[in-house]
């Protein structure tokens, strides 16, 4: 009985929430060309502030729960579905699939306060802190170049690399997960206004007049 209703608070959830940029989910598609540049909203991923010292026991002990801590600036750590971001020595942005936010039936982030337990440190949901907007395509990487002040040449900036920055003047980190996708983790209030700069940045390509 328990189970029945955990599953159906689960789907009432996912239901009634809405993502930051669900406005412009039109507009993504619209403003999209495929095979050129395309965006959309990853909505919903689970987050987690994660601020600890990684060779302490209390690191030592979440890093065994998410596949590792990164230990340098840009690096990510995966395991399966997540994914670890380096922001500072002692700071840290976990990445997970929604369905695993305890709200829809998974374990994090409590499961990270149970690894953190009474060492020194910090673990902070952001699950509703940021959203996750996409940018794939060959020409992914020239728009961001228009507001983005970061070196994005491939032979610098490389797959698997992530670092805070600002795009259009938003504050966001930029994660480079494949050779042509990126994804952005802007704050939820600046979703919609990062959303409309990077649609604006994409025109061109979808002028018939552009090769």
Wanted: glycine fraction near 10%.
């Amino acid at each position: 009985m328990a189970d029945r209703a955990a599953l159906e608070n689960s789907r009432k959830i996912q239901t009634l929430r809405q993502s930051p940029a669900s406005p412009l989910k039109a507009a993504f598609e619209a403003g999209s060309v495929a095979g050129t540049v395309e965006l959309r909203e990853v909505p919903f991923l689970t987050m987690a502030g994660l601020r600890v010292d990684p060779g302490s026991d209390a690191g030592e002990r979440l890093g065994t729960l998410t596949g590792g801590l990164p230990a340098a600036s840009g690096e990510v750590r995966s395991s399966g579905g997540t994914a670890v971001l380096w922001l500072g020595p002692a700071e840290f942005l976990l990445v997970a699939p929604a369905e695993s936010h305890e709200s829809l039936g998974g374990e994090l982030p409590r499961a990270l306060v149970e690894a953190l337990g009474d060492g020194a440190g910090q673990v902070v949901d952001l699950s509703a802190n940021r959203t996750t907007l996409e940018l794939t395509g060959p020409r992914a990487r020239v728009v961001l170049e228009k507001g983005c002040s970061l070196d994005l040449h491939p032979r610098v900036f490389t797959a698997g690399t992530a670092l805070s920055t600002e795009i259009g003047g938003i504050p966001a980190v930029l994660w480079k997960t494949a050779e042509e996708e990126y994804r952005i983790f802007p704050r939820a209030s600046f979703a919609e206004f990062l959303g409309r700069w990077l649609l604006d940045a994409m025109r061109e390509y979808a002028s018939p007049e552009v090769p």
